[in-house]
């Protein structure tokens, strides 16, 4: 009997973009192997311990690992030196969802302050090798995007065996309903890796239609727009949305406009249900739009490139309904079936090589 041991320092939950993935990973997984153990956060107690420290969050879910031997443990954004210890594998696999580290630490100080970049095991250059070091050691890294690649590749230059598998989506039945006015969407969280404060100065230069917002960004942002209810026209906070159709649905176009960041599922979310997309080329999610065919990719931080999309869908209607159209054609080569394909026939590679 094949068994597998799963770990993420995320949790297998369909309601956020790092969740979905998790899941389709067991899932790939559970059609190769017959027993998989998996270790969540919300499995193991004491979570306020290690909210920013992988290193004690591996140490913790070691206690709960099972003995024995495993065929594969599959690591998902966390490391395993104290796991690796306590189990037996013949193999093991990463996923790492890689961004620029230096630009995510200037945006971090450049909106709350010298010093305010939480994640210390990326700064002490000690932890920051461990992490490394037991990526190298993998015998595969999975990894959504190009722009994910390249920081591996620059960073662990001696890993050969880097797979690039893109998040994926689901594609609803019904899709393609445009408001009668502009919208512009964004949906997901708020962090200074986001790049919501150029997308904040491009719409003040827009001018007309709406800006919703929905996801937790809602928490952060709020006191901004109540500070200040004259400086960002016609902006709209949904907060926490239980269901993504309806927040697709109410838009003419999305934008993602993170300065870095892997993916940003929620791209190819937007394109499943035929909205075209405007997405910096910060986010790694960027590689799945044909430029001016299906969307828009812009530089990071540019906010004049930001207002000339958003504006050419405001202008032009009719294009916008066309180009999300082949959003939704682009979006169907990434259903979460085909997606799992990929790490299904990755997974039975590995174990039978």
């Known amino acids: 009997m094949r068994r597998a041991l799963y770990v993420t320092f995320d949790t297998l939950d ?21 027993d998989v153990f998996v270790i969540q956060r919300n499995t193991i107690t004491g979570a306020d311990l290690y909210e920013f420290n992988p290193f004690l969050y591996d140490y913790f879910a070691a206690q709960v690992a099972p003995g024995g031997m495993f065929d594969i443990v599959h690591l998902s954004c966390s490391p ?10 013949h193999h093991y696999t990463v996923n790492i969802v890689a961004h620029d580290l230096q630009v995510s630490i200037d945006e971090h100080e450049l909106y709350y302050g010298k010093g305010s970049y939480p994640f210390k095991h990326n700064t002490n250059e000690y932890l920051h090798k461990l992490l ?14 190009s722009t994910s690649k390249e920081w591996i590749d620059k ?14 989506t689901e594609i609803p039945e019904e899709f393609g309903i445009f408001p009668d006015h502009f919208t512009l969407g964004y949906l997901g ?15 003040k230069q827009c001018h007309q239609g709406e800006l919703l917002l929905g996801g937790n960004c809602h928490n952060v942002l709020l006191p901004v727009l109540q500070a200040n209810p004259n400086a960002y026209p ?14 697709y649905n109410q838009i003419t176009a999305y934008v993602q406009p993170s300065v870095t960041e892997g993916f940003g599922i929620e791209i190819l979310e937007a394109m499943a249900y035929g909205k075209p997309v405007i997405a910096s080329r910060g986010a790694g999610g960027a590689d799945v739009i044909t430029d001016g065919v299906d969307g828009f990719v812009v530089p ?14 405001m202008d032009n209607p009719e294009k916008a309904k066309e180009m999300g159209i082949a959003a939704r054609e682009t979006a169907k080569k990434y259903s979460w079936d085909k997606i799992e394909d990929k790490y299904i026939s990755t997974y039975k590679e590995i174990l039978n090589g």
């Open 132 to 145: 490394l070091k037991h990526a190298d050691d993998a015998d595969c890294i999975f990894t959504p995007s």
């Open 189 to 203: 969280a708020f962090g200074p890796d986001k790049g919501l404060i150029y997308l904040f100065e491009a719409w």
């Open 80 to 89: 395993a030196i104290a796991i690796l210890d306590r189990v037996r594998t």
């Open 14 to 34: 369909p309601n956020n973009g790092a969740g979905l993935v998790c899941m389709h990973e067991v899932n790939a997984l559970k059609k190769v192997v017959d």
């Open 155 to 168: 960073n662990i230059p001696s890993r050969k065996d880097v797979r690039i598998i893109s998040h994926g």
């Open 234 to 247: 016609e902006t709209s906070l949904l907060g926490w949305v239980d269901h993504v159709s309806q927040f």
């Open 300 to 313: 990071a931080r540019d906010v004049s490139a930001i207002v000339d999309k958003v504006r050419f869908f």
